[in-house]
């Protein structure tokens, strides 16, 4: 069984800084692309970050020059270091990910969520 799981999140002074990571596990063949959305009370789901298998990336505007997605791809694990956070970040942030549990399957997953809260 495929998982994601989400860790590092916490409460930070705004300015600073946060990583969160994502580790895939389970039995699969690779991975495709990885995303992290985030939601905050009372709005929807947005797109954050996405890094595809080959290395593109694409940051949502609200995030661009503070935020750098990255993976590791021996780990199965994908980073979001987070910098200059703001009071607007407060956040669930989730991982998603196209994953291929065979070379001809491949399924979209999510993880749990990690809370991101930034103090004023």
């Known amino acids: 069984q495929v998982q994601l799981v989400e860790s590092g999140g916490g409460l930070v002074q705004a300015g600073g800084s946060l990583r969160l990571s994502c580790a895939a596990s389970?039995?699969?063949?690779?991975?495709?692309?990885m995303r992290w959305y985030r939601q905050a009370p009372g709005k929807q789901r947005e797109l954050v970050a996405v890094?595809?298998?080959?290395?593109?990336?694409t940051y949502a505007d609200s995030v661009k020059g503070r935020f750098t997605i990255s993976r590791d791809n021996a780990k199965n694990t994908m980073y979001l270091q987070m910098n200059s956070l703001k009071p607007e970040d407060t956040a669930v942030y989730y991982c998603?990910?196209?994953?291929?549990?065979?070379?001809?399957?491949?399924?979209?997953?999510w993880g749990p969520g990690t809370q991101v809260t930034i103090s004023s």
């Open positions: 389970g039995s699969f063949f690779s991975i495709d692309a």
């Open positions: 890094k595809n298998s080959i290395g593109s990336t």
């Open positions: 998603n990910a196209d994953i291929h549990i065979t070379w001809y399957n491949s399924n979209n997953y």
